[in-house]
């Protein structure tokens, strides 16, 4: 199974971008699900997730701006990106925590990252 992430680019401060994430086939279970992000020279930061029921957690520089969501139907994670920044700028990770198979355990999968650059 693989996460294939997509919807990254350059935007302008201000603007928006929504980033897709889904498995490459069905699988038995999906946990939680989440988007991470890299900066170069720094460390992988979580910046938001949520469960199976619709939780939803996000990192403090995030919150009001970004919407973390997701189509259980499709196994599929998705994060709006509003009123962007700037330090914004990273490559995110999409994570889920799946069940490939009934007798399998659960799993921490990645996607292959998706670029996000804010810059005028």
């Known amino acids: 199974v693989q996460l294939q992430a997509s919807g990254g680019g350059l935007v302008q401060p201000g603007g928006s971008l929504r980033l897709s994430c889904a498995a490459s086939?069905?699988?038995?279970?999906?946990?939680?699900m989440g988007w991470y992000r890299q900066a170069p020279g720094k460390r992988r930061e979580l910046v938001a997730d949520?469960?199976?029921?619709?939780?939803?957690n996000y990192v403090d520089s995030v919150k009001g701006r970004f919407t973390i969501s997701r189509d259980n139907a499709k196994n599929t994670v998705y994060l709006q990106m509003n009123s962007l920044k700037p330090e914004d700028t990273a490559v995110y990770y999409c994570?889920?925590?799946?069940?490939?198979?009934?007798?399998?355990?659960?799993?921490?999968?990645w996607g292959q990252g998706t670029q996000v650059t804010v810059s005028s």
């Open positions: 994570n889920a925590r799946m069940k490939a198979y009934y007798w399998s355990d659960y799993d921490d999968y």
């Open positions: 949520i469960t199976g029921s619709g939780t939803t």
């Open positions: 086939r069905r699988v038995f279970s999906i946990a939680a």
